[in-house]
């Protein structure tokens, strides 16, 4: 399968494989997806860092890949996951933690100082 890039990136949203729940939005470029593939484990590209990283190298909130799946038109991924801990670097289970009025929907789980990628 052709994976349809923009700017050398695809988006990945992430789901929990038993809560279902959205964990986070983030970019892979071809070689992140292939070291997402070749390893098991979830691997992005950092647009603010410019550079690879491998979710929870330095925390250890790690996310085991169960799937892959692409959407209709090629240009998104989604990663289903077995996700270690959490995911938002914020401490909380995932980055969608606050609604569009501004207010918390949820509970900081990890002291977001435990809690870098």
Request: with cysteine; hydrophobic share 35%.
């Amino acid at each position: 399968m052709d994976i349809r890039y923009n700017n050398g990136l695809v988006p990945v949203v992430v789901q929990d494989s038993s809560t279902k729940e959205v964990l986070m939005l983030a970019y892979a470029n071809d070689e992140a997806l292939k070291l997402t593939r070749e390893t098991g484990f979830a691997h992005y590209y950092s647009r603010s860092r410019k550079k690879l990283w491998r979710k929870g190298e330095e925390s250890g909130h790690v996310q085991k890949i169960v799937d892959i799946m692409v959407d209709c038109d090629e240009d998104t991924l989604l990663y289903i996951v077995e996700q270690t801990g959490v995911a938002c670097h914020t401490g909380h289970k995932s980055c969608f933690f606050r609604d569009i009025r501004g207010n918390d929907i949820a509970e900081i789980l990890v002291n977001p100082d435990e809690v870098y990628s």
